[in-house]
């Protein structure tokens, strides 16, 4: 199991200490969460955070863009160290053109849909993306309950992955806990965010480390 802790959760104060924390365990991703106040009703960060994140680690940047209308900022993200730029179906009217878009930068390109929103509106983007995000809590804060609905979206979007025979990633977002995470890893899906779970946790690394070996 991927496991790309939410560094929302971590502390700001020391963020260098936290990301190297993060170097030392078992993730293989590190999830940076971007607001914007318009798409959701929260500011985290923005670039200098993703700059500064992008300088002391070689892991995988796992960017969930909760932003209205990304286009303008893509490249930038890109620039700042984005390894994954993932986007919401609901914050992008041409979200076609700003996958290519992000295909074009040489970067994986995601796409996250709200707890309401149903799987099959990616039926026809699934070709052109890396990934699918299912979020498992409405975007904007870190430590809100897991919505259990999302099992039965990540088995539906499993089941249409296989479908078409199609390698992409499926990642689930909020509310993650080692209890959730065993029946996501069940429903198929491939990496799971989590901040809270690791951040409050006695010992991250610790908590890191029994995540990706759920099976
Ligand atoms: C929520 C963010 C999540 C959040 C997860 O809007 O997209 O990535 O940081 O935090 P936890 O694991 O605490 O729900
Ligand atoms: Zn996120």
């Known amino acids: 199991m991927i496991v790309s802790p939410s560094l929302l959760s971590c502390d700001f104060g020391n963020l260098q200490r936290d990301v190297e924390m993060l170097n030392q365990s078992a993730a293989q991703w590190i999830h940076i969460d971007v607001m914007d106040g318009v798409f959701v009703p929260n500011i985290s960060f923005g670039f200098p955070i993703l700059k500064a994140v992008r300088k002391h680690t070689s892991k995988v940047l796992d960017v969930h863009l909760m932003i209205q209308n990304p286009d303008p900022y893509l490249e930038e993200f890109k620039l700042a160290g984005a390894d994954i730029l993932t986007v919401h179906y609901e914050a992008c009217t041409h979200l076609h053109r700003t996958v290519q878009k992000i295909k074009s930068l040489g970067i994986k390109a995601g796409v996250a849909i709200n707890p309401h929103t149903p799987v099959s509106v990616l039926k026809h983007l699934m070709n052109e993306i890396d990934l699918v995000l299912v979020m498992s809590v409405n975007p904007g804060f870190g430590g809100q309950s897991f919505i259990s609905d999302s099992f039965s979206k ?62």
């Open 154 to 215: 990540v088995t539906e979007l499993k089941q249409l992955i296989m479908d078409l025979g199609l390698p992409l990633i499926i990642e689930v977002d909020g509310g993650v806990n080692l209890e959730n995470a065993m029946l996501l890893v069940g429903a198929g899906a491939d990496a799971v965010v989590a901040g809270n779970f690791v951040f409050n946790s006695e010992n991250p690394v610790d908590a890191i480390e029994a995540l990706s070996k759920v099976e």
